[in-house]
């Protein structure tokens, strides 16, 4: 077996001496890589004890943790952000860019409701009509979409079967009620006004009022127009004695029910999609820099309680040495866990929402604090 060198107490970086070369042209990280391996190897008992890892082994350990940190900072941001971020373009990369809360996709997902409740939404909406037939009262409307070559059904919002609007009948029903004055506006040339009958401004509701007092008269006193809607099966009231057409609105269920809304390509739809990249490492500040010193100690000692496993004991002459590859393991997934536990807790803390509820816990010490502070008592 070939005999591999192991740390001699000094390396060269070069670039290409990491497995992925993801940072091997910053010259941080360049200054950097030397210096973390002879901490490493430090950390791990050298020079009084011989460490079965060589440069290559220290700088992909130091490769690793600047990656682990930047991948911990960068999901962070995503799950702070991501809502605001869903449905931009994957075209440009997020970092050292600011990124700001929008209501884009809260908007986006109240057009739902605005579909629903009829005021807008994000589904187009037709309009159709149906022939009437003399004494004919049901009539077919999936028949109706089926010849109008319409494939998924349809789903019938609105069926225009009103009289003219009540306000055209504004005076209709209170002829000789004492607000039907518009002969005598007339006979003194102010019946060209709109609406004829005083000139004090009255509130809106009086209008609305009005407006609904006319169609419940046409509802109840006079012979009404209706219909009964029963999956898309259409009554109308009374029979028709007459022919002519009806006319609806309706939503393609095709469309309605398709939840692809936009097919631009490009566009971030999912977490993994979110541009983000590899960390700048000399962007990084000291705080981020020491973190991941740590992180790759801890990496380093699991690769050496790895090697160090290969054998348990050692013979040496006259006895043999047991290795302290468990020690090594249980130490290194340790400190990992630990040190993740902490960067996670600090970008927590750091978060939007524990930003603003800090600083108004910090109002309210002040304000408390500010109330304790005696008043000066005036002196004229």
Same mark, same amino acid.
Do not use: C
């Given at each position: 077996m070939a005999d591999i060198p192991i740390w001699n107490g000094s390396s060269t970086f070069a670039t290409g001496s990491t497995p992925f070369g993801f940072y091997d042209t910053d010259t941080a990280f360049q200054v950097d890589a030397d210096k973390v391996a002879n901490f490493i190897a430090r950390r791990l008992g050298y020079p009084l004890l011989d460490v079965e890892l060589d440069s290559g082994s220290f700088y992909a350990a130091f490769e690793e943790a600047v990656t682990?940190?930047?991948?911990?900072?960068?999901?962070?941001?995503?799950? !702070?952000? &991501?809502?605001?971020? !869903?449905?931009?373009?994957?075209?440009?990369? =997020?970092?050292?860019?600011?990124?700001?809360?929008?209501?884009?996709?809260?908007?986006?997902?109240?057009?739902?409701?605005?579909?629903?409740?009829? $005021?807008?939404?994000? $589904?187009?909406?037709? %309009?159709?009509?149906?022939?009437?037939? $003399?004494?004919?009262?049901?009539?077919?409307? !999936?028949?109706?979409?089926?010849?109008?070559?319409?494939?998924?059904?349809?789903?019938?919002?609105?069926? =225009? &079967? !009103?009289?003219?609007?009540?306000?055209?009948?504004?005076?209709?029903? &209170?002829?000789? %009620?004492? %607000?039907?004055?518009?002969?005598?506006?007339?006979? =003194?040339? =102010?019946?060209?006004?709109?609406?004829?009958?005083?000139?004090?401004?009255?509130?809106?509701? &009086?209008?609305v009022l009005k407006v609904q007092a006319i169609e419940f008269n046409d509802q109840i006193r006079r012979s009404t127009y209706s219909f009964e809607l029963v999956d898309n099966q259409l009554k109308i009231f009374p029979i028709p004695t007459t022919s002519g057409s009806l006319h609806f609105e309706y939503y393609k269920l095709s469309e309605k029910n398709n939840p692809v809304k936009n097919t631009s390509t490009n566009l971030i739809t999912n977490v993994g999609e979110v541009p983000y990249s590899n960390p700048n490492y000399s962007q990084i500040n000291s705080v981020g820099k020491q973190w991941i010193y740590q992180y790759a100690v801890a990496l380093a000692k699991e690769m050496l309680a790895y090697i160090r496993g290969k054998y348990t004991t050692v013979p040496i002459p006259g006895a043999e040495t047991t290795l302290n590859h468990a020690d090594l393991l249980a130490d290194a997934r340790s400190e990992k866990t630990a040190l993740l536990e902490n960067l996670r807790d600090m970008l927590d803390q750091t978060s939007r929402a524990s930003q603003l509820e800090r600083k108004r816990n910090e109002s309210e010490n002040m304000r408390a604090t500010l109330t304790d502070v005696p008043l000066t008592i005036f002196v004229g």
């Open positions: 682990v940190y930047g991948s911990e900072v960068f999901q962070y941001k995503i799950r !702070e952000n &991501y809502l605001s971020m !869903e449905g931009a373009t994957t075209g440009s990369s =997020f970092n050292n860019q600011l990124i700001d809360p929008t209501l884009s996709r809260l908007i986006a997902i109240s057009d739902n409701y605005g579909t629903e409740a009829g $005021v807008g939404g994000d $589904v187009r909406k037709y %309009t159709g009509s149906i022939a009437m037939n $003399v004494n004919q009262q049901n009539y077919d409307l !999936e028949t109706w979409a089926t010849d109008q070559g319409i494939e998924g059904g349809i789903e019938i919002r609105k069926v =225009f &079967y !009103e009289a003219p609007p009540a306000i055209l009948r504004y005076f209709d029903p &209170y002829a000789g %009620t004492g %607000t039907g004055i518009q002969s005598l506006m007339d006979a =003194f040339d =102010f019946g060209s006004y709109s609406p004829g009958v005083n000139f004090l401004l009255m509130p809106a509701y &009086y209008d």
